[in-house]
């Protein structure tokens, strides 16, 4: 049984840094990707990586978000630094499992930026 259990959401001050983890079990990703949806706002990716480190961000985020992988622990991480009252969402990951192909999803968790 495919599950993703994150954690590292939380209330933090503008300007100020979370490091997001995603822990993957039941199978292995190829492609990992964490999402973000703010209230009344559609579900938008952040940031991807594949399995071989090439990554990609939303222009909102560049700079300041950094997504990464431990390919050994199943793990994915996004590194989020210089936070701003915009960066507030929930926010997902989300991972496509090798050979199938199928997506499976994050429960997600709260990231709130006070300004």
């Known amino acids: 049984q495919v599950q993703l259990v994150e954690s590292g959401g939380g209330l933090v001050q503008a300007g100020g840094s979370l490091r997001l983890s995603c822990a993957a079990s039941g199978s292995t990703f190829s492609i990992i990707g964490w999402y973000r949806q703010a209230p009344g706002k559609q579900r938008e990716l952040v940031a991807s990586?594949?399995?071989?480190?090439?990554?990609n961000y939303a222009d909102s985020v560049k700079g300041r978000f950094t997504i990464s992988r431990d390919n050994a622990k199943n793990t994915a991480y996004l590194q989020m630094n210089s936070l701003k009252a915009e960066d507030t969402a929930v926010y997902y990951c989300k991972m496509t499992r090798r050979f199938w192909g199928d997506d499976y999803w994050g429960q997600g968790t709260q990231v709130t930026v006070s300004s």
């Open positions: 990586i594949t399995e071989n480190g090439r990554s």
